[in-house]
């Protein structure tokens, strides 16, 4: 979109428009001086769904089939934030072992398929062409193309993930699955062993895609200080402190490793963490309220799960983490970049998991669903989605319908992180220059990197534009670039 | 000489991107499709703004003025525009908001919600207007084909552009015709 150009321009407003190549609808806007020098950098979500205020008078036991519609990238993840909530609102306490295995399996398979995703058919191009190659090839058939094997193998990992959630839910996106206290349906023997069938492959491209991001990092010094930012991080581990995704206690740490807290129940999320608004997005800010607001944001998703975690059960995949540690020499890595080698140090976990668990005889039981309990007025559901801890948080009344629900959106977390890393990406690469579309691309490559999914992010619907703008101080739009059709730029 | 590819843009609109994972989950297919057709403007490509098309398919229903515009855009320059899921077709679970004032779910959310510091609600210029109801996408712009589902499955896509890649109507078996 053009806009013109008031005189005399002191300072100039660039948007990028939409951002592409990342789940969700925001943009970028930048507003510069006369001299190219960065003012602000703001990442706008702009989108809003208000999926708290509908979801209200509706049963409990919906919840999971709608709130899944929030995100089809991730539909497993809130289908399971949800069912562990509503788990509680029936009284159930513990699940059957094959319904607990199952419900894992699923969350596995929806990482794993996640993941690939995002690597293979969102990010890897800005990694095998280059974050200011040519606009046109740069997308997932450019990759098909000029790099066949590496993407054949990233779209094979991500089908085979989406094979799991099928058997388990009966569709690739927005299946169906739980109920309150288990799963509607067992794996057949026929399906465990369609799945077993692939599984060494599945288990060596796992490994091939992790030494690829580990060689991209490693390989590249500059990569490591690419919007790199110390930061605390919050993730779920296990009673061990290990890596865990479907059920465990909060762990917060600052930069340097130190805890904040560990082994903290969810249920009590409300002491801990609190979201503020600012007028320009439509995701909120949350921060960890005992360190306030300036200091308490924090990062979470894969970089700050691999920080966190003492170990992983996975022999390979903790291998991996070893690698990582040692890396970052025992300290905390803070590259934002380094998501996407942790990315890959949870995919391997997740496909050897998958392997142990359909070597598992329970995971085709057939007792699938426990005692129900005693109503209870309120269910907190957490797990740990592909992008970082989740949060769901319903209240009923007698009558099973929904009065109250709080969503805590794995993005919404990495907000003022992915803020951040726009401005010190804009600051480091953008201040001074002209800017152009190999330029602006580096502000997308540092928002994809957290893998940003803004449609569950707003709670809203929809895509994540990019686009860049400059105003003056007093906040008239003076200029703004904006990528054009073929990625060219308009003033 | 190869024929020249058909070109496809896709958008969501107030959508849950599952509509474009699911074109996604042809897998393999894809390699052989990419040989056909190419992606223009789409959430897949960095390519942001839509270019005379043969194709167009929308995710999503229309929320904001942005999606309005979008969604216009779309029409003056695909040539066949595809109505894609649930949402887009009649509003889906985004709609649901349609059945409270919009005001209300603002206030839920930004006001009155669970641990909210700094309570406003946004309106920052950089925010598209928010429509006051979700509606499909048939009640801005003519749509030439509906394709059912939340979302439709890959071979249900596939169904509908096969047809189309050689200039013949698609027609769905009753089989694919499925809303959920
Ligand atoms: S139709 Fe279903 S899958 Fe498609 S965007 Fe809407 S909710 Fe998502």
Redesign the pocket.
Known sequence: MEQSNPSPPTTRRIAIDPITRVEGHGKITLLLDADNHIQEARLHIVEFRGFEKFIQGRPYWEVPFFVQ?LC?ICPVSHQLAAAKAVDQLTGIRQLTPSATKLRRLLHFGQILQSHALHFFHLSSPDFLFGFGSNPAQRNIAGVLEKYPEIALKGVKLRKYGQQIIQAITGKR??GTGTVPGGMNKPLSIAERDALLADITDILQWSQEALALNEHIHTAHPEHHHFATLPSNYLSMTGASGELEFYHGGLRARYADGNNIFDQFDYCDYQQILREEVRPWSYMKFPYLSALGIEQGWYRVGPLARINNCNMISTPLAEAARQRFKAFGQGKFVHHTLAYHWARMIEALHCAEAIDELLHDPEITGTELIAEKGQHQPQGIGVIEAPRGTLFHHYQINEEGLVTKANLMVSTTSNNQAMNESVRSVANQYLDGQEITEALLNHLEVAVRAYDPCLSCATHA?GKMPLQVTLQDVNGKVIDQLTKGMSGEIHR | MTKPRIKIATT?LA?????HM?FLDMDERLVTLFERVEFNCSPFTDIKQCEPCDIGLI??GVCNAENVQVLRTFRANCTTLIA?????ING??PAMRNYFDLQDCLREVYLTGTGVTNPQIPNDIELPLLLDKVYPVSGVVPIDYYLP???PSADEFLQMLEPLLTGKKPLLQKLHLHYD
Request: hydrophobic share 30%; proline share 4%; charged share 10%.
């Open positions: 519609r089809g996106i927005h619907l | 969501s959508g849950c991107f599952g509509c699911s995710e999503g894609v899921g649930a949402c887009a889906g679970v589902g939340c979302p």
